[in-house]
């Protein structure tokens, strides 16, 4: 939008009512995860990952320059099929002046934004996918024009209409197909979420109902959106009370636990271990 208004010399637009809705509708999908969220945890628990979360991408803690060093590339490739018209997307293309400086105003708003979240330490490519809605929209505008011409190292010939049409038609049909065939084939032999639902239902076996679950330090878990025993989420040891009777932990803080004098004169001792598709484990721990 500051794109746009920049280019079109209309900085007043940027106070328009709908901006304003538009955020106020961003936030309340936010909030109502968020809101629940914090109300079912531990409040200050909650900020404090947020916060290393948000920090963690810019310091990058989570940093692999093999991984990052592809993120535009990556990112690219997110505007598939559509990409392949990106060459017709030049600014001799649009022949009304109004239309020109729209195009140079999507082509900074996608452009700049793409560029910097990329370039983030700790960033991967979907973050950087807001910036295919102007890319998009320059496409549109693209093949809306009367005489579009391919750029000279690609020939230089005319995309007449009738061309557009067809070249459009047969992407969407063969895009189409091509997720169909995904869909019906290919996802019925990826098991990967039957396993993580038999992965809890198998945890929960071992919990007696109405059982409260307490996570030490789990990270990301996908058993966890599967699992109907209340759980409570602990950073430390010391955040989980002395009468709790069943602990998931990572096998690597396993050891720290059972050290723990926390439930003297009860000891804590594994019951099962859970490995998911991640190669990923969690311990379930019973303190008796």
Known sequence: ????????????????????????????????????????????????????????????????????????????????????????????????????????????????????????????????MPAIVPAIWLLAMTFCQENLRWPRWLGGKSFSPKARRRWIIGIVVVACLAMWTYAIAVIPKMDRRQRIKRLAAQVESMIPPGETVYALDPNYQPIFFYMRSKLV????????????RYLLVRPEREQEV?????????????????????KESILLLKIE
């Open 1 to 128: 939008m500051i794109a746009g208004a920049w280019k079109e010399r209309k900085w007043r637009a940027l106070f328009h009512p709908a901006h304003f809705i538009g955020i106020l509708i961003m936030l309340g999908i936010f909030a109502a995860w968020a809101i629940p969220f914090l109300q079912a945890t531990n409040q200050a628990t909650a900020t404090s990952k947020w916060s290393a979360q948000f920090t963690g991408r810019l310091r990058g803690t989570d940093f692999e320059f093999g991984r990052w060093i592809f993120n535009i590339p990556h990112g690219v490739l997110y505007l598939l099929p559509w990409i392949i018209f990106l060459p017709l997307a030049r600014f001799e293309n649009f022949a009304a002046e109004k239309d020109l400086r729209l195009a140079r105003a999507l082509t900074w708003g996608a452009l700049v934004p793409f560029v910097i979240v990329d370039l983030v330490p700790g960033s991967i490519p979907r973050y950087a």
């Open 258 to 278: 059972l050290e723990s004098n926390r439930w003297v004169p009860r000891q804590p001792h594994r019951i099962m271990r859970s490995t998911d598709y991640r």
């Open 233 to 244: 989420y602990a950073d430390e040891i010391e955040e989980v009370p002395g009468d709790a």
